[in-house]
């Protein structure tokens, strides 16, 4: 079946970095437009960034821009965001979710939480 396992997440120091991988299964990855979103608590559900299937296109929210990068690896099924220089704001569930025409398939989502 579908399953889209997001890993990586955890307690950073303002200014740190982490990196979270989704490890896609039970799909054809490489056809899925991929993207990140995030949920802090209590706001909705927002997107973070995107990249296309082929790689060759990416694009990210406003807030993040200049410090995390999309990318993902199609031999391996595996979409990543590179956070660094991460703030207070950046604490939130993370989540992957892959698109193909009308289908979409999310993960269960990672916490990342920034504090000092």
């Known amino acids: 079946q579908v399953q889209l396992v997001e890993s990586g997440g955890g307690l950073v120091q303002p200014g740190g970095s982490l990196r979270l991988s989704c490890a896609a299964s039970g799909f054809t990855f490489s056809f899925y437009d991929m993207s990140w979103y995030r949920q802090a608590p209590g706001k909705e559900r927002e997107l973070v960034a995107a990249?296309?299937?082929?790689?060759?296109?990416?694009n990210y929210a406003d807030s993040v821009k200049g410090r995390f990068t999309i990318s993902r690896d199609n031999a391996k099924n595996t979409m990543y965001l590179q956070m660094n220089s991460l703030k207070l704001d950046d604490t939130a569930v993370y989540y992957c979710?892959?698109?193909?025409?009308?289908?979409?398939?999310w993960g269960q989502g990672t916490q990342v939480i920034v504090s000092s």
């Open positions: 990249i296309s299937a082929t790689g060759g296109s990416t």
């Open positions: 979710k892959a698109t193909y025409r009308w289908l979409n398939y």
